[in-house]
């Protein structure tokens, strides 16, 4: 029955809880006060992904302590989105407390969260060496001729392609090197009409291979103000749009609508070649029974004057709060993702994770030959397309003029005119900046 | 009459069960993933596979699930019983003491329903800000901060409001001739009356609570206090999932609810309130 | 009252006032929590709502904001597709909701448990596992698709994600499917405080079940289909997971809606807080249009 007696027992059982939670609670306080925002030797991260990022903290926590004995990195996991949720709602809102010492940000966010909380990184310049890094990561990381971030994964883009495809449709890995990417459509073409195996697959809202041939013809979707939305005048990305739909409309494009989709493809071998960032490398190595049957090549360019096959995709970098502590967390990222060539071989044995670190590049790591991949020395040749990539000012609109674009690909796709969409984009990016 | 009769039976249950196998198929995948390796379940595959004990050892081993569990289970339990008891008294009292200004009160309480949780986030989390300051077990990064906001919400004050309608009000009057005070009418007749009620807010309350996202994401920092949404996040944020696992983490943190909706569910038998008349 | 002897009347008004005190103080503590809580924070947000800029750099602009609303592409489809998910999905979910609810509330019913338990599942299996799955139903080659063709209904497959209707179809397929066995825990609750002597009685005077359905069942929870047509409101027009984790708002901006682009405002793009409460308070204004007629619709019935 469900009575008085019911009721009391209720009310009791809240009050229980109530009190019960606020002793656990006193408890974790007392542990997280010697923790995270008190003790001088720990430092606490932010940051996503626990095969990549996580790990690449983990193996630093392990050299710093050579060194730094005492020292305790707290690394607290979110995904990327929940990351971002959680330093805006912070920093907007003025309240320190909690406040992690290190985030990480993606590259092409970096110049957003800079300038919306001026005054709540901090510089890093002293801390190590800007010039051993490619240009276009500490670029990335550069807000009023002050550098924020300590760069980490290089983002740089291949084109991974399936040989025994290749071969089979009468083509080597030579034919598909240094290409164009009106070449690469044709050989595409060839190869989908004799193998009956897709090209390659893409999402039509993911402009990700758009943002691809523009760097590596060193533009962006903004001006070099990083403000002026720069679409209509802007030739590789017209370029980019007219690629994109060739691909499409002559069939060698698969389309996903998803992450995992997207995956799926090159795993159940639904297509030959997958241009895109080299964090993919452990995703394609999955997929054991097509071992020896990958390779990679670089990344085709654009027909146009200055285009390099040489790109970045994704990639993100590593920042200090203005917040206690700011010096330790300057001197940890400078000792170890800043200069540390022994750490970065460790990355790359273990994630396969290749820095922009220029010195890295000649560790022993960087020598191994891949059996996945025909015994190619995958990390060296990243390593070596990473200096090649162009810089772009990257502004802090590229996910808000893309989502304007992913609208123009869908109308262009659907037959209406380039100079259109484009023009009504620009117009659209205009009036909401 | 009979055959009528028994085709009529058939029919019900033909309809019932097709239906139920359609809500059902999405949680069967579920079911079946956690046996999966995770290219086979991005493959969609729909047969039993042989990865659990490797799902099982990666969900503990990169994952602290069963503290997270401990830290939602408190949560949600908390929550429930002191969100329905103090939401029920102002769906109560609007409802069987109506006046004027009461109900002006009431209007602006449902429209704090209408504006989305996002908007008020960064308001809230200075608030909590400020509360850390003086209340530190209330404040940021604690449990009790994640539970606060819900324990009185426009949403269970309407649905108990809307329920008391329901509520026959001679059994008020009856209650006041035995002599009883208006906590005890509250308590000892009301509250029995809509024990159906009370399950159906209990059950979705605890629900809101355990998978409850935006907020407890915002407000706690360290990993020892997260609940299982936000460790389930963690475990799909890398660019290689481990679906297998994932699946895994999921289903063991779907089965409270599903048990405490299977338990409660038991209230909503057909003429309950003749018994206690 | 009035019958009560003379003698009585002093105490009576002792006794009512009482009462009076006592019907606030039940009210009190959780109107505390809601302003507390909730006013504080929406006033603060109203107040943003009139500054414009990039994070902490806001500067007061007065209505502007709201100004903007007006000329904004992507506000203006994100209203246009959210009210779309609105005028569809709402009364089918609560039609099937309350047939459901009065099919499992049979006395007879075996098994009632299992098969309440099964249609409300779906509303707590994770996004993660659910959005996963039905990408997967509804691919180009998936098996929605195949059954369709088997069956004739279609000769090419279906688009659903890749076509900027059936993605809209696809979203209210799924919203569906979510919702419709939590709001069914609303309705099998309320059932139980129906008299069955009611249906009895009209099972004697020779009434279908059909017709005790519209005649009987739906007149008598008119107030729980009140709050769950309102509660379903504002969820709908707070639409966010689904389109985020089935479409990502696409093809193009087909699915996008005003709490996507709410999201957006504040987290995805550099953020405009201000904005973004604007376009919060443009929610609250439909829901306010919204909740009105539906209250008005439940009342007149009656």
């Known amino acids: 029955m469900f009575n008085k007696k019911t009721a009391l027992t209720l009310g009791a059982s809240a009050l229980l809880v109530l009190t019960a939670c606020g002793n656990g609670d006193s408890a974790n306080e007392g542990e997280e006060s010697e923790g995270a925002s008190g003790e001088p030797n720990e430092l606490t991260v932010w940051t996503w992904d626990p095969n990549f990022n996580v790990r690449a903290l983990e193996i630093a926590e392990e050299h710093y302590k050579q060194d730094n004995p005492d020292f305790e990195l707290e690394i607290v996991e979110n995904s990327q989105d929940d990351v971002i949720q959680k330093l805006n709602t912070s920093l907007s809102s003025g309240v320190e407390t909690g406040l992690p010492n290190i985030v990480f940000i993606e590259d092409y966010r970096a110049q957003s969260f800079l300038s919306s909380y001026p005054g709540s990184f901090v510089p890093l310049e002293e801390y190590y060496n800007t010039d051993d890094f490619a240009d ?3 670029k990335a990381g550069t807000y009023e001729d002050e550098v924020f971030n300590v760069p980490f994964d290089s983002g740089v883009t291949g084109l991974y392609v399936r040989t025994d495809l290749l071969e089979e449709a009468g083509y080597t890995l030579e034919d598909v090197t240094d290409i164009t990417w009106d070449e690469y459509v044709e050989i595409g073409k060839d190869v989908t009409e004799k193998t ?19 760097q590596s013809s060193g533009v962006w979707l903004t001006e070099e103000d990083g403000e002026t939305p720069y679409i209509t005048d802007n030739e590789s990305l017209k370029l980019g749009f007219e690629t994109y739909k060739e691909l499409f409309e002559s069939g060698v494009m698969n389309v996903h609508n998803d992450w995992d989709q997207f995956l799926q493809a090159f795993n159940n071998g639904e297509v030959a070649t997958v241009p895109t960032g080299n964090w993919i490398t452990p995703s394609i190595t999955a997929e054991d029974s ?16 200055g285009s390099v096959n040489a790109s970045n995709l994704g990639g993100s970098s590593i920042y200090v709060l203005n917040i206690d502590n700011n010096e330790l967390a300057g001197e940890f990222l400078g000792a170890t993702f800043g200069s540390d060539v022994d750490f970065y071989q460790d990355l790359a044995t273990e994630i396969n994770a290749i820095g922009a670190y220029e010195p890295a590049a000649e560790g022993e790591a960087y020598q191994v030959e891949s059996e996945f991949f025909g015994g190619q020395m995958v990390n060296k040749n990243f390593a070596e397309w990473t200096q090649e990539i162009p810089e772009v000012e990257f502004g802090g609109s590229t996910y808000e003029i893309e989502d304007i674009l992913a609208v123009s690909l869908q109308d262009y796709l659907n037959g209406a005119d380039l100079d259109e969409v484009l023009e009504k984009a620009q117009q659209q990016a205009e009036s909401g900046m | 009459m009979k055959n009528k009769l028994l085709m009529k039976k058939i029919l019900m249950y033909a309809f019932i069960i097709v239906t139920c196998a359609m809500f059902f198929f999405p949680f069967y995948f579920l079911i079946v993933s956690v046996t999966n390796a995770s290219i086979d379940v991005t493959r969609g595959q729909l047969l039993p596979g042989k990865q659990f004990f490797e799902n099982l050892k990666t969900v503990f081993d990169t994952t602290d699930i069963v503290n997270a569990i401990g830290n939602s289970s408190i949560v949600a339990i908390g929550q429930t019983f002191i969100a329905i008891f103090i939401s029920s008294l102002a769906g109560y009292g609007f409802e069987v003491h109506p006046t004027k200004g009461k109900e002006i009160v009431y209007t602006l309480i449902l429209g704090s329903m209408m504006i989305p949780f996002a908007a008020l986030m960064v308001p809230l989390f200075r608030l ?12 940021i990064d604690t449990l009790l901060g994640v539970m606060l906001p819900y ?31 208006e906590i005890g009418l509250f308590t000892r007749v009301f509250m029995p009356t809509m024990k159906t009620t009370y399950a159906a807010a209990g059950i979705v309350t605890f629900m809101n609570s355990w998978n409850n996202y935006l907020w407890p994401l915002v407000i706690l920092q360290n990993p020892k206090n997260y609940t299982v949404p936000l460790v389930i996040s963690a475990l799909g944020s890398s660019y290689t999932p481990d679906y297998g696992a994932i699946m895994l983490a999921i289903l063991i943190t ?3 609810t599903a048990l405490i909706f299977f338990l409660l569910q038991k209230y909503f038998v057909a003429g309950m309130i003749g018994s206690i008349k | 009252m009035t019958e009560q002897p003379t003698v009585k009347k002093k105490k009576a008004g002792k006794l009512e006032r009482k009462r009076k005190v006592m019907s606030w103080a039940f009210v009190i503590i959780p109107t505390f929590f809601i302003v507390v809580f909730y006013f504080y924070p929406m006033i603060q947000s109203l107040w943003l709502s009139l500054h414009s800029g990039a994070g902490i750099g806001l500067e007061f602009v007065g209505i502007d904001n709201y100004k903007r609303l007006f000329n904004d592409q992507a506000f203006i489809t994100a209203v246009k597709n959210t009210f779309i998910f609105f005028i569809f999905q709402i009364p089918i979910m609560i039609f099937l909701a309350l047939v459901f609810s009065v099919v499992l509330n049979n006395k007879s019913l075996k098994f009632k448990g299992l098969f309440r338990t099964l249609v409300f599942l779906p509303s707590i299996t994770s996004l993660v ?30 688009l659903w994600l890749g076509d900027p209707f059936w993605a809209k179809v696809l979203i209210v397929i799924a919203i569906t499917w979510r919702w419709t066995g939590y709001n069914m825990i609303f309705y099998l609750s309320a059932l139980q405080n129906v008299d069955p002597s009611i249906y009895e009685a009209s099972t004697i005077d020779g009434a279908s079940v059909i017709q005790q359905f519209f005649k009987i069942t739906i007149p008598m929870l008119r107030p729980v289909i009140l709050f769950t047509s309102i509660t379903s409101t504002i969820g709908t027009l707070q639409l966010f997971d689904e389109p985020m984790n089935l479409t990502s708002g696409g093809p193009g901006n087909a699915t996008t809606t005003i709490s996507q682009y709410i999201y957006n405002l504040s987290f995805e793009y ?22 009105v007629i539906q209250f008005r619709l439940g009342r007149e019935k009656k």
């Open chain 1, 136 to 138: 276009y990561k500490i």
């Open chain 1, 196 to 214: 009956g195996v897709k090209w390659m697959t893409n999402d039509h809202n993911d402009l990700g291979i758009i943002r691809v041939m523009m």
């Open chain 1, 290 to 305: 097509q071992s020896g049957d990958w390779a990679i090549a670089p990344i085709p360019r654009q027909t146009i004057e």
């Open chain 2, 128 to 139: 909590f800000g400020v509360i850390s300051g003086f209340a530190p077990g209330f404040g």
């Open chain 2, 151 to 181: 324990f009185s919400t426009a949403f269970l004050i309407f649905f108990f409001r809307q329920n008391a309608k329901m509520f026959p009000k001679e059994l008020l009057e009856a209650g006041r001739i035995d002599g009883l005070s």
């Open chain 2, 254 to 256: 779907t089965i409270p």
């Open chain 3, 129 to 158: 596992a659910y959005s996963l799955i039905f990408k997967y139903l509804f691919a180009n080659g998936g098996i929605v698709n195949q059954v369709l063709m088997f069956l004739n209904v279609i000769n090419d497959p279906i």
């Open chain 3, 270 to 291: 550099t953020p405009n807080f201000g904005y973004a409460a604007a376009v919060s308070y443009s929610i609250v204004f439909f829901v306010i249009i919204l909740t």
